[in-house]
């Protein structure tokens, strides 16, 4: 039988909150009870958020909790040439085009759009969706604008993405009992494969990881829930075993908000600097302290 393998993967852009909390020591108690492994993935792709000062208290701060994990971890900056090479592949496959709007070029396409009366698209997320006006520039001018040194980020072609794909996807959802959950990628519009400073973004990242590392379980946020759809779609496109997924509750703040690395209140580190005690922390967010 093989051993399931859990992961947490935060991003060291801020301190750990309850929310983190929840979700790492989640993670802990699964694998444990499925005498699986747990790893330790920092999500570092944005050089200037995350610095080495963060992942340390991170790492400090789960140790704290409780934790230990295998190592070494995997720092996704040091892996970059990993995801240049499977970003090659999606632009030789044409799967993926350089998008040059800026914020204030889609504004300006939003605006036109209402003032004729038509209702713009979101994304699950509530963010406008990218207006794919830039598809069908011709290959000649992409060419020139890139070596022109237009800034660009690498956008999905959602409809061939779609296309190639050719079936319904679907995903395994182990919250709430199981249930086979049907991929909606196309909600989310062209996203952003490769951000413009980067060979990368969060969603081809964690896809590749996830793969390379074999997580067969992950176990995350239900701020997450929809974005797996786009998740799916790239596994298939690039030919990689899905885990199954549990996206649990969200740990909220006294106003129903979510809760956020600025928000100071709930960071790990404030609690314990006002005496919360590990077991306090696990009490706090529902779980049951472990010896
Ligand atoms: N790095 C993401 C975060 O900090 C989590 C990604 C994931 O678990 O898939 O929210």
Redesign the pocket.
């Known amino acids: 039988m093989t051993v399931p393998v859990f992961r947490f993967?935060?991003?060291p852009n801020g301190h750990l909150h309850l929310g983190h909390a929840y979700s790492a020591l989640l993670n802990r108690q699964m694998a444990r009870a499925s005498g699986g492994r747990l790893l330790l993935r920092m999500?570092d792709i944005d050089r200037e958020r995350c610095t080495p000062e963060l992942e340390t208290a991170m790492q400090e701060d789960l140790h704290w909790l409780g934790l230990d994990w295998e190592t070494p971890v995997r720092r996704q900056s040091e892996h970059f040439g990993v995801y240049r090479d499977v970003l090659d592949r999606l632009i030789r496959m044409d799967l993926v085009y350089p998008a040059f709007l800026s914020r204030g070029d889609i504004k300006r396409e939003m605006q036109k759009a209402t003032a004729k009366g038509l209702i713009w698209p979101h994304d699950p997320d509530g963010a406008a969706l990218y207006p794919a006006i830039d598809r069908t520039i011709s290959k000649r001018e992409r060419q020139r604008r890139m070596d022109g040194g237009q800034p660009f980020s690498w956008r999905l072609h959602m409809d061939r993405a779609l296309e190639q794909a050719g079936e319904p996807l679907f995903w395994h959802e182990t919250a709430d009992g199981g249930s086979d959950i049907a991929a909606r990628p196309q909600d989310w519009g062209d996203v952003i494969i490769a951000r413009k400073d980067m060979p990368t973004s969060y969603h081809l990242s964690?896809v590749i990881d996830d793969a390379l590392q074999g997580i067969s379980h992950?176990v995350?946020g239900r701020d997450?829930f929809h974005a797996t759809g786009i998740h799916r779609l790239l596994q298939h496109i690039l030919g990689l075993q899905p885990p199954v997924y549990n996206h649990h509750r969200l740990i909220l703040d006294h106003d129903g908000q979510k809760l956020s690395k600025s928000r100071r209140d709930t960071s790990l580190r404030s609690l314990r600097a006002a005496g919360m005690t590990r077991d306090g922390v696990v009490s706090l967010v529902g779980l049951t302290p472990q010896p």
């Open positions: 993967a935060p991003s999500e964690v992950v995350r997450l």
